[in-house]
């Protein structure tokens, strides 16, 4: 059993930067790829980020160009996400979910086992 609980969000202007954090309670974390999405209101559910178990592989969606960066430490069973130049529209709420599926994986075809209760980003102009 795993649970993830996420940290990190708040109210910031346009153009700040937030780290997200994402603790994983057992001894499994290091055997799950964990991936970040996140939801606005009125929009689905959007894939943001994933990385591999041991962290030598990641995925970034292209809709970021380069303002986000998913890393984790298995040693302290936590996963992160860095945002940077945060603008309006990537206000939502951001969720971690653990999954046993390669990196490979397309996250439509991936199973996760765990999600997170999310953390809210909020990003005023």
């Known amino acids: 059993q795993v649970q993830l609980v996420e940290s990190g969000g708040g109210l910031v202007q346009a153009g700040a930067s937030l780290r997200l954090s994402c603790a994983a309670s057992g001894r499994t974390f290091s055997s799950y790829r964990m991936d970040w999405f996140r939801q606005a209101p009125g929009k689905e559910r959007e894939f943001v980020a994933a990385?591999?178990?041991?962290?030598?592989?990641?995925v970034h969606a292209d809709s970021e160009m380069g303002r986000f960066t998913i890393s984790r430490e298995n040693a302290k069973n936590t996963v992160y996400l860095q945002l940077n130049s945060l603008k309006p529209e990537d206000t939502a709420v951001y969720y971690c979910?653990?999954?046993?599926?390669?990196?490979?994986?397309?996250?439509?075809?991936?199973?996760?086992?765990?999600w997170g209760q999310g953390t809210q980003v909020t990003v005023s102009s």
């Open positions: 990385i591999s178990w041991n962290g030598g592989s990641r």
């Open positions: 979910a653990a999954g046993l599926g390669r990196i490979g994986v397309d996250p439509s075809q991936m199973k996760y086992d765990y």
